[in-house]
């Protein structure tokens, strides 16, 4: 690296970086999580515009961070690979008002995250919204990227325009996701819905973190007498945000449009048993394993009660062009089995 020749204003460029360092430094210790993003994006900021104004190189880059580190040696943030991080940090989030209103309110290894794994900017900012809400960690923020979050948000199957008032409805849409994830789970193709409900609750704090924050667990097979008979719920769920009960009925087959009117049957019973005057309408999530969306919409509308339909996998379905490029169970068993003997 000694050989290389340098831009002729490197070294104001990098006495002015160390002055604004320095002075970072000095006002906040590089303690507070904001100051530390938002020194990144600026040391980003203006590695992009050096690279766009004057051409600057990837060997002009990797001698900054040598002289950075050697500046700075008690900090660990500047070597080659985080400031391109930094610039492509610098590039992503270019209004620096977002950067400080939310963007900063993370920390920088949630931001690396978002930068390998989210390109689409609406999505990005999206997750760091969430992140914040929820004080995802960066293990967990990297678990809802990989699981499509953003893709399964609000996409159940509801009635809720018909049967809530608004924003409640709105509210709710945004509250159930298809499918859910539940990859933590490990169950036999013969499993019976006594045996789903059991790993559900046997991973309770996982379950509770696929479904999202407010949920409060009431019990399981929850028991209600109606007309002398007994009947239990899978699944009783208080949500905080909403003020209401949530029902949630497992079906480990296909949605049948008669699970619609068995569940509408219990939000009645649960209103009248379990609601409190302030509470709002009790809702209802039938989790089947498939359905059909068309005759989940039929099935819905002609139901009283607020109520959604969505899928649970156990695993994220493989991309289409990925199922094609891998072998079948008969290629692979042609090819791992014996050579035939002469």
């Excluded at 699944?235 to 905080?240: A, E, G």
């Amino acid at each position: 690296m000694s050989s290389l020749t340098l831009p002729s204003d490197y070294p104001q460029f990098l006495s002015e970086l160390k002055t604004h360092i320095r002075e970072t430094q000095v006002r906040a210790a590089l303690a507070v999580n904001s100051e530390l993003v938002l020194l990144y994006w600026r040391v980003g900021r203006s590695i992009l515009q050096q690279e766009q104004q004057r051409g600057w190189g990837a060997k002009v880059v990797d001698r900054l961070a040598q002289d950075l580190r050697g500046a700075f040696p008690e900090l660990t943030g500047f070597s080659s690979r985080n400031l391109r991080y930094m610039k492509a940090f610098a590039e992503a989030w270019p209004d620096e008002a977002i950067l400080q209103q939310l963007v900063a309110k993370i920390p920088w290894g949630h931001n690396v995250r978002l930068l390998d794994f989210v390109k689409d900017p609406t999505e990005r900012e999206w997750y760091v919204r969430q992140t914040i809400e929820n004080g995802w960690s960066r293990n967990v923020l990297a678990a809802q990227v990989e699981s499509g979050l953003f893709q399964r948000q609000g996409r159940a199957v509801t009635n809720f325009g018909r049967t809530l008032p608004a924003p409640q409805s709105e509210l709710a849409q945004q509250l159930l996701k298809d499918p859910y994830m539940f990859d933590f789970l490990s169950l036999g193709a013969d499993a019976q819905e006594r045996e789903l409900e059991r790993g559900l609750l046997d991973h309770v704090r996982s379950f509770l973190l696929e479904l999202g924050k407010g949920f409060a667990l009431v019990g399981s097979q929850y028991h209600l007498e109606v007309g002398g008979q007994d009947y239990y719920l899978d699944l009783v769920f208080y949500h905080l945000t909403l003020r209401c009960f949530v029902i949630i009925d497992l079906k480990m087959g296909d949605f049948k449009p008669e699970d619609s009117g068995k569940m509408n049957f219990y939000l009645a019973a649960a209103d009248d048993l379990l609601r409190h005057p302030t509470d709002q309408p009790t809702i209802g999530l039938v989790l089947c394993k498939t359905h059909n969306r068309v005759v989940s919409e039929y099935a819905l509308r002609g139901m009283s009660q607020p109520i959604g339909v969505a899928e649970w996998q156990l695993t994220r379905a493989l991309p289409a062009e990925l199922r094609r490029s891998l072998p079948t169970t008969e290629e692979l068993d042609a090819a791992l089995a014996p050579p035939l003997q002469a």
